[in-house]
């Protein structure tokens, strides 16, 4: 089965209230996905986008996964053998940050068949500036449930 995901992070502060909003596509079928953390950074929203995205799928698939997020496609296509070759370690010797994330996307990539695509965001990409409008929908209702 082939599916389109695509997926945004955003965050009022950083770090701050995050949210993240993702679209799948399965032929015809559209699903749209979002949620909020209330102490977090862009980064991991971006990273928890694609996290839920991939999680919601029911059975292995083959995947184009776009998103504006330079951050997740080289992390998952540059950076991570070699963080696992050095024990969880960057190129300046410290712990590789959101390293649960990390490996939760890189339990989801064994399981599909994933292609991370990269686009410039707030550049017009229709799906790119639904899944931000669905992340900054997703901080400001978790904004207005704080007491």
């Not at 997926?7 to 949620?35: F, H, M, Q």
């Not at 064994?110 to 991370?116: A, P, S, T, Y």
């Not at 790119?128 to 400001?140: S, V, Y």
Request: aromatic share 8%; glycine share 10%.
């Amino acid at each position: 089965m082939k599916v389109e995901i695509f997926c945004d992070g955003a965050c009022s502060g950083n770090p701050g209230v995050g949210g993240w909003g993702s679209i799948l596509r399965y032929g015809d079928t559209v699903k749209e996905l979002s949620g909020a953390d209330g102490d977090t950074t862009n980064n991991r929203m971006e990273m928890t986008a694609a996290i839920e995205a991939l999680a919601s799928l029911k059975r292995p698939c083959e995947v184009v996964l776009t998103t504006d997020s330079q951050y997740l496609v080289k992390g998952m296509t540059e950076w991570m053998s070699g963080w696992i070759r050095k024990g969880w370690v960057n190129s300046k010797k410290e712990p590789v940050l959101n390293r649960e994330l990390w490996e939760r996307l890189l339990a989801l990539s064994k399981i599909h068949k994933i292609r991370w695509a990269w686009v410039r965001g707030h550049n017009g990409h229709p799906e790119n500036e639904r899944c931000d409008e669905l992340a900054r929908a997703a901080i400001e209702v978790f904004k207005g449930r704080k007491p």
